[in-house]
């Protein structure tokens, strides 16, 4: 099993502490990160070490032949056509076979066949959809001449297994991160320190406090959603959208602060999305790495929108398909992006997105419209979350008629103090919206004393300690 977040607090400080004296020492630190990284994966199976092993190699010798000046231009598209049928086919074998195996066989017996198709009932290595697009888009990038391959087999295996963002990602580009494994001095700032720490710290309290409270109540609502009334219904609905943003932000924000520790710079993977005025402005917002992959890598090579608006909607359901299915072999995950992409043409194409920054809110006119808005975006996302969580399509749309179609009573209601932890949370990130992150306090007012913002901090960390929820695996570990 993967560190849960009290593990994760141990093998943390370990690793750094290990990691500063052999900067010291002069030594090459990317060995420590390696191993570091393959014994933070290992501890989940260590036979599934190799599967990460051959994917970095592929791709690492992929990258070399791709970006050799010697290779002609065939020789060049052939080796990056392998190294992707070779992730996709990964991906396939140990995600999508029994999936798409067992969808056929019913299609079959729905016209009167019973084959007999063998299963594989492989594990799903954890974290297998963002390492392996890691390892396609830096064989792309180097392929399009964007970047050189690297020659550093040690940076490059630290790349794609760098244990921070290994499992849950930000799936990072190549341009980004591994550069800064290349560079031979990295330097430890007290800055970045408290910046890395901050953002652990605000990344525990969403995962701990938001995410892991509402999971019980969700739990609850969605396992007996048929029997437990129509105000549960909505509040099932409601805290599922919280839990989710606390779990996935909140692992984002662990993994940025933790890679600062080590003096790398992962990308912004969440900016406020509950902010957004529109479901474009949520996408930009919502797990950007991945929809600036599906944005990159997809949808601009299929066309984009150069080629009149048909083919531009086209190729928005494409991605918002594929981007379904990248979350697992379910056909709710597959509704749930038709259901986005949907929701997604009439204000892509015809009016303008009002994906302007949450901190432009200049006066008492723009703030209700804003508000207004924001409500209705938050809305359609929480049904679009209703589907992705129910078990089955069938019960997405019976979850969701049930919120709309008659009113039943409540014995109680479910989930009302995890409830108050979200306005919590709402309130802060709205109050800190001009804040690098909600935990840089300001050098002025009450903050200036430095007693005063440790308190806030020792705070913040006594409350992840003492009103946490039942620990839940990441909801990402499983994609």
């Known amino acids: 099993m993967l560190f849960n977040s009290f593990e994760f607090l141990i093998f943390l400080p370990i690793v750094f502490l290990l ?9 090459d630190k990317n060995i420590l990160l390696l191993i570091s990284s393959y014994v933070f994966y290992g501890w989940w199976n260590v036979r599934l070490l190799l599967l990460i092993f051959l994917v970095t190699l592929v791709a690492y010798i992929g990258g070399r032949v791709v970006g050799a000046d010697r290779s002609s231009k065939s020789v060049r598209k052939a080796a990056l056509i392998i190294v992707i049928i070779m992730n996709i086919a990964t991906l396939v074998a140990f995600k999508y076979y029994g999936f798409f195996a067992s969808s056929f066989v019913r299609v079959l017996n729905a016209v009167g066949f019973t084959p007999d198709i063998p299963t594989l009932n492989l594990i799903l290595p954890v974290g297998i959809s963002f390492y392996s697009f890691q390892a396609i888009s830096y064989v792309i990038d180097v392929y399009r ?6 020659h550093d087999v040690l940076a490059f295996f630290v790349f794609i297994c760098f244990f921070p963002q290994l499992v849950a990602g930000p799936i990072e580009r190549a341009s980004n991160i591994l550069p800064q494994f290349i560079r031979d001095k990295r330097r430890f700032s007290y ?5 890395g720490m901050q953002l652990i710290l605000w990344g525990l309290f969403k995962k701990m406090i938001i995410a892991d409270n509402a999971a019980e109540a969700v739990n609850v609502i969605f396992t007996q959603w048929e029997s437990i009334g129509t105000i549960n219904l909505w509040m099932g609905a409601i805290l599922f959208s919280f839990q989710i943003y606390g779990d996935f932000s909140g692992y984002s924000d662990i993994a940025i602060g933790s890679s600062r520790l080590f003096g790398i710079d992962l990308m912004k993977n969440f900016n406020l999305p509950y902010f957004s005025r529109d479901i474009v402005d949520f996408w930009k917002r919502w797990h950007i790495s991945l929809t600036s992959w599906f944005r990159d890598y997809l949808y601009i090579p299929l066309g984009g929108n150069r080629q009149g608006k048909g083919k531009a909607i086209r190729n928005t359901f ?9 979350h697992g072999a379910n056909f709710t995950y597959i509704a749930w992006g038709a259901y986005h992409a949907i929701l997604h043409i009439p204000v892509k194409f015809f009016r303008k997105s009002g994906a302007n920054d949450v901190r432009k809110t200049d006066n008492r006119l723009s703030f209700f419209s804003d508000a207004f808005w924001m409500g209705i975006t938050f809305f359609l996302v929480m049904i679009g979350w209703v589907i992705f969580r129910a078990e089955s399509t069938t019960a997405a749309f019976s979850y969701i008629g049930a919120m709309f179609s008659s009113f039943t009573p409540s014995k109680y209601i479910i989930g009302k103090i995890p409830l108050l932890w979200c306005v919590v949370l709402i309130v802060i990130e709205w109050r800190t919206r001009f804040n690098e992150n909600p935990l840089s306090l300001p050098y002025k007012g009450i903050w200036k004393n430095a007693f005063v913002r440790w308190t806030a901090y020792v705070v913040i960390f006594l409350i992840c300690l003492f009103f946490a929820g039942s620990p839940q695996e990441f909801i990402y570990f499983r994609f």
């Open 19 to 27: 990691y500063w004296k052999v900067c010291k020492s002069g030594r």
């Open 191 to 195: 800055k970045r320190g408290v910046s």
């Open 318 to 326: 494409i991605v918002f398909l594929v981007s379904g299915l990248w």
């Open 145 to 150: 001449r964007k970047i050189s391959a690297t």
